[in-house]
Nanobody
Framework: QVQLVESGGGSVQAGGSLKLSCAAS????????MAWYRQAPGKERELVSK???????TYIDSVKGRFTISRDNDKNTLYLQMNSLKNEDTAVYSC?????????????WGQGTQVTVSS
């Protein structure tokens, strides 16, 4: 079993930066694909970015050039550096680990951390 704990959320003004962390415990997740999702009030959860075990990354168009996903396998930790934040980035951000082909979903999820961007 894997536990994921996010940290680093908070309130920031538009144009500011935050760095989210997702610490995994219970199992080394270096072989797992990991991802950041977000859910804004009244909207469906959306995939923000993902990183494969080999370091290949993908982003949704709205965050390209502003967000950077990374992982430290020695620390069993996933990161999301968020720069030039916009009001529309306000959401609960959750990390996910270990994509399951059979379930077509991630196996493990964190509890989420709130990010609020204000003008």
């Amino acid at each position: 079993q894997v536990q994921l704990v996010e940290s680093g959320g908070g309130s920031v003004q538009a144009g500011g930066s935050l760095k989210l962390s997702c610490a995994a415990s219970g199992r080394n997740i270096r072989i797992c694909r990991m991802a950041w999702y977000r859910q804004a009030p009244g909207k469906e959860r959306e995939l923000v970015s993902k990183i494969n075990k080999d370091g290949k990354t993908t982003y949704i168009d709205s965050v390209k050039g502003r967000f950077t996903i990374s992982r430290d396998n020695d620390k069993n930790t996933l990161y999301l550096q968020m720069n030039s934040l916009k009001n529309e980035d306000t959401a609960v951000y959750s990390c996910a680990a270990c994509w399951s082909m059979s379930a077509t979903s991630y196996t493990y999820w964190g509890q989420g951390t709130q990010v609020t961007v204000s003008s």
